[in-house]
């Protein structure tokens, strides 16, 4: 089963400069999730799709993050313009056909992509 | 290719049981393993683990790292029905991080 695909897998930029990611989840899975890792904490959720719905954008600081979805299927996270304190691990991640949002369906996550911001 | 593998994929015990989880890797360039614990949405840190022999320990949860055959151990002592969770195992390694598919632990009371 192909699994989570995401690129680019490493991205260096600098301060003000644009960025965006790319994930094309596990066919079939209605929910997909963006999340900020960075490295001993835990995955901090940036927002969530089902189909091409948002279902929770809470902690997307909106102000330079956007996303979208607009097929139901891969998903693009852009940052506008990039900080410091952006530079972490970006992960995607699917889970299937059920997608509750309260449910604990397994997610399945992509290698993330690694932003340095200089 | 980086590969992680969980064991089991899911497990059913009673409260007060001890369980434990395994996770084992093939990763180029390692440089620690960390385990979660999934609930609802985000992932819970858990473990940071980046030498062999050294166990880390938060309450009932312990997890080892044995980096010469390639595993780890997380450890619940006296379990309980808030335990039941998915437990996820990652590795850092040259690709970045790479997830287990998890273990769905169910703790019945």
């Known amino acids: 089963e192909a699994g989570v695909a995401q690129s680019p897998r490493y991205k260096i930029i600098e301060k003000r400069q644009s960025v965006a990611f790319w994930c094309n989840p596990i066919?079939?899975?209605?929910?997909l999730y963006w999340y900020q890792q960075i490295l001993g904490q835990g995955p901090k959720l940036l927002i969530q799709?089902?189909?091409?719905?948002?279902?929770?954008d809470s902690q997307l600081p909106k102000d330079r993050f956007s996303a979208e979805r607009l097929k139901g299927v891969d998903s693009t996270l852009k940052i506008q313009p990039a900080k410091l304190e952006d530079s972490a691990v970006y992960l995607c991640?699917?889970?299937?056909?059920?997608?509750?949002?309260?449910?604990?369906?397994?997610?399945?996550f992509g290698p993330g992509t690694r932003l340095t911001v200089l | 290719e980086d590969k992680v593998v969980q064991s089991p994929l899911s497990l059913v015990v009673h409260e007060g049981d001890t369980v434990t989880l395994n996770c084992s890797y093939e990763?180029?360039?390692?440089?620690?393993l960390l385990w979660y614990k999934q609930e609802k949405k985000a992932p819970t840190f858990l473990f940071m683990l980046?030498?062999?022999?050294i166990e880390k320990k938060s309450g009932r949860l312990s997890s080892i790292l044995d980096k010469k055959e390639l595993f780890s151990i997380l450890n619940i002592t006296a379990t309980q029905t808030g335990d039941s969770a998915i437990y996820l195992c990652?590795?850092?390694?040259?690709?970045?991080?790479?997830f287990g598919k998890g273990t769905h632990l169910i703790i019945q009371p």
């Open positions: 991640a699917s889970s299937g056909i059920t997608g509750l949002s309260s449910s604990t369906d397994t997610q399945y």
């Open positions: 990652a590795v850092l390694g040259a690709d970045g991080l790479t």
């Open positions: 980046t030498s062999s022999g």
């Open positions: 066919s079939g899975h209605a929910t």
């Open positions: 990763v180029t360039n390692f440089r620690s």
């Open positions: 799709f089902q189909n091409n719905g948002v279902v929770d």
